[in-house]
Every structure is written in structure tokens, then in C-alpha cells.
């Protein structure tokens, strides 16, 4: 792990002084780049690309937070980024420099008056896993061994400076004003805020647990009300692997498709009976073991989208094989989507109802077939390529403007993560398993 860190940017001033820091680095990485090409030496775009995303992360992970979480999230989309960036972000998972532990002592001397030394019968200093919101240290009460989330200090309150820090430099960018992307930038913010309300991730994790305690080969932590506060989270250390080490040691056909089965089960309870889904399914927050032929841990509940009933609906229709049986339901539900509008030039409409029809129609296959195999290379290649298609196509890159509700912001964060999860475990699964069929398994 890296050197742990002493001290966080957490005013408004000190991170955009970072951030600025890290601007004027990733210019002089450009001017380096084309100077070398210049005088005929070497100097590839992969080269440019490495040089900065090491200067981005190194400067995300030093600021840790908001902007560390939205790179997170971008290592999700495999093709969104260079490879380069891509590699960088997904530290973000958790893999970051940690906090110091004089940081970590004055965090519980804040939270509880007293050291973690003294709180819980042994505390190690040294955090197991450090991502963008918080670092984990494993620790033991009462014969309990027992794993301890401690948030950075300033993340809350950084939330909204960060997202108006960076905003005008995505506007430009993007070509767009603030009141076409409002409602998007208040669901990422009160999501992230929700995130760092670890009084909250402990009665979703509670409530989540006791839910879902039907599913097979699923495993919660316990949490321990009394030694959590706001900023500080207890619950019990789980066994198991992220998905790199545990893919390490070669397990079974048998064992990655019941756990796939288990992850696929999980989300689809989750959205079909609860209308509510974990949504930050990124490899850091999944515990894989071969108990019992393949047991999921599920750690961190800090980001649970809630999803509206007439959002519900929505989405679930847009999946549905009889919206591709006939063009007109496809269009009133992109109609209600807010996709497409009635002020929509004909050109324009007929654009957004092939590029949708497409996109639909292939990232929606798993959910129409009674099995699906998700180690089929043939498949990913596919999303990966549509990635590709739609990036290039000139016409939609002049439609910039976001559409659509903002609910579905999650809920395709959720999909593509539970779709790369399975992909990388090369599960075979059997997808048409319904809220009730799953909830008498």
C-alpha cells in the first residue's frame, strides 16, 4: 500500500490550489510530449496518457473524496477512458494512500473521546484497504474480529466545493450550461452526501441484510450500533477475496457461476421486490470465497438508490421483449423517459430511437433469456464496439444535452457494474429469475 498520508486538502482554497497544481503538471506533460517529438525522438500518446493519469490519481487520491469517487466510477466503464486512466482509477477501489495514524487516533478521540486502542481490545494502525470516502482497519472485541471503516476527515463537507470546483471546467468542455445538467448534479451530490452518513450506511446495511437473508450464498457483516458513529463504522470482518486475488487462485466453472448466480439473484431482489439497489458494485465491495461450492460477501451499503415506483416501471419496460416487437411502445417510453421530446425535429427523433433501439436491445439481452453466459467473449466484445460506435458517430456527438431522467444515473452505474463483475467471473447464469421465484429459493 502507499505511504499512508499526514494531512488532507480539505478547504475550498487548498483543493483547488491542489487541483491547479495538478492542471499546470498535466500541461507541462503536453509541452514535454510535443517537444520530444519535435527533435524526432519518442514519444508515443500511450506515453503522454501514463504520464498523466499518474499526475491525475496521484492528486485525486491525495484529495480523496468526491473527485476520487467519480474517477471510481469512470474505471467502471471499460472504454470510456485511455487504458491508462482507466488502470489509475480503478485504485480507487481500494487501493489509495491511507491516512497517517495519528489522523486515525484523533478521528476516534473526535467520534468517542477515547483511542481506538482503548475502544476495542486489539486496533490495527495500519489500514487494510484504503478507496475514496474511507479506510478500513481490522480490529477485535469480545472474541469478534471485527472490521472498522473510518472516514476521511472534510469529505462531507467538501462534497458540494469539489462538485462547483470542477463544474465550469465540465460546462466548457461539454458545451452546455448549468440549468441542462442540474438535475443530474443534484443526484451525484446527494448521493456522495449520502455516502458520508455512515448512519445511515448502518441502518441500509441492517435493513439490507435482514431482507435479503433468504438469498443463497450471500453473506452480510453484523454491525455494532455502539461502536459507530457518523464518521466511524463497526461491523464484522467477512472472509473471503477481492475478485483480482481470489481469480488468482483458478477457482472452479462451478464456483464462479454460483457465485455470478448469487450477484445476479441479489440485484434482481433487490430492484424487483425492495425497488431499491445497492449501487456502487465495483470489485472493492465484494468479498468472494469458495464456502460452500461459492459464497458473496457484500460490504457497503454507504450509496443505496432508492428507486421510484413509476421509475421502476420504466426501466423494467425498457428491458422487455414486447418494446422491441413494436417500434410505437419503444417511442412512448422514451416519450416518458424525457429521451425524446415533442419539440424533437423528425431527424432528431429518428436518431435517438435507432441509436436507443440498439443499445437497448444488446445491453438488455441478459435479461431476456432464460440462461445467459457472460464469459461469452463475443458478447463483451459487442458492448465494447457499440462503446466505440456510439463515441464515434458524428451526429450524436453533437447532441451533447443530457437526457432522460436523472434516477437512471444509478441505475446504469448499477447494471454496468453487476454486468463487469459477471463478465470477469465468466459466469454462466440463470437470468430469469423473478422477485418471487428468487424469494423462494
Avoid at 324 to 334: H, Q, R
Wanted: glycine share 6%; hydrophobic share 40%; proline share 6%.
Amino acid at each position: 500500500m502507499d505511504e499512508p498520508q499526514t494531512s488532507l486538502p480539505t478547504t475550498k482554497v487548498a483543493r483547488a490550489a491542489r487541483f491547479a497544481k495538478t492542471g499546470l503538471s498535466v500541461g507541462a506533460n503536453y509541452v514535454k510530449h510535443y517537444a520530444k517529438r519535435a527533435v524526432g525522438a519518442d514519444s508515443t500518446t500511450d506515453d503522454l496518457h501514463a504520464a498523466n493519469a499518474a499526475e491525475l490519481y496521484g492528486a485525486l487520491s491525495e484529495m480523496k473524496g468526491s473527485v476520487l469517487k467519480v474517477a471510481q466510477m469512470m474505471a467502471m466503464e471499460k472504454n470510456l477512458l485511455p487504458t491508462a486512466y482507466a488502470d489509475q482509477f480503478a485504485k480507487a477501489q481500494y487501493q489509495t494512500p491511507p491516512l497517517s495514524g495519528p489522523l486515525v487516533v484523533k478521528a476516534f478521540r473526535d467520534a468517542f473521546g477515547q483511542s481506538p486502542y482503548t475502544l476495542y481490545e486489539e486496533f490495527e494502525p495500519e489500514a487494510r484497504q484504503a478507496a475514496s470516502i474511507g479506510q478500513v482497519h481490522r480490529a477485535k472485541k469480545d472474541g469478534r474480529q471485527l472490521a472498522v471503516k473510518v472516514q476521511y476527515p472534510g469529505v462531507a463537507a467538501s462534497i458540494k466545493s469539489d462538485i462547483n470546483l470542477v463544474k465550469p471546467i465540465a460546462l466548457r468542455v461539454m458545451g452546455l450550461s448549468e440549468s441542462q445538467v442540474r438535475p443530474y448534479l443534484e443526484e451525484v451530490e446527494a448521493r456522495l452526501l449520502e455516502e458520508t452518513d455512515y448512519a445511515l450506511e448502518l441502518r441500509r446495511g441492517q435493513e439490507m441484510a435482514a431482507s435479503c437473508a433468504h438469498l443463497p450464498h450471500l453473506q452480510f457483516p453484523a454491525y455494532y450500533p455502539e461502536l459507530s458513529r457518523v464518521r466511524i463504522l463497526t461491523m464484522d470482518w467477512l472472509p473471503g477475496q477481492h475478485m483480482k486475488e481470489f481469480l488468482a487462485t483458478k477457482p472452479s466453472h462451478e464456483v464462479r457461476n454460483q457465485l455470478g448466480q448469487a450477484l445476479w439473484d441479489f440485484y434482481q431482489f433487490q430492484l424487483n421486490a425492495l425497488h431499491q439497489v445497492h449501487a456502487d458494485p465495483h470489485p472493492g465491495n465484494f468479498l468472494l470465497s469458495t464456502d460452500n461450492g461459492g459464497t458473496v460477501g457484500v460490504l457497503d451499503f454507504g450509496c443505496v438508490k432508492e428507486v421510484p415506483i413509476d421509475v421502476y416501471t420504466l426501466f423494467t419496460a425498457l428491458l422487455a421483449p414486447e418494446t422491441f416487437a413494436d417500434e410505437s411502445i419503444l417511442e412512448g417510453l422514451l416519450a416518458e423517459a424525457g429521451v425524446l421530446r415533442p419539440t424533437d425535429p423528425a431527424a432528431l427523433r429518428a436518431l435517438y430511437l435507432r441509436t436507443l433501439r440498439v443499445s437497448l436491445e444488446l445491453v438488455g439481452r441478459p435479461f431476456r433469456q432464460a440462461i445467459f453466459d457472460f464469459g461469452d467473449p463475443t458478447y463483451v466484445q459487442s458492448l465494447y464496439a457499440l462503446g466505440d460506435d456510439l463515441m464515434a458517430d458524428p451526429d450524436l456527438k453533437k447532441q451533447r444535452e443530457p437526457r432522460g431522467s436523472a434516477h437512471f444515473i444509478y441505475l446504469n452505474r448499477t447494471y454496468v457494474g453487476l454486468f463487469a463483475l459477471l463478465t470477469e467471473l465468466g459466469a454462466v447464469v440463470a437470468t430469469n429469475v423473478t422477485a418471487a421465484v428468487a424469494e423462494a429459493r
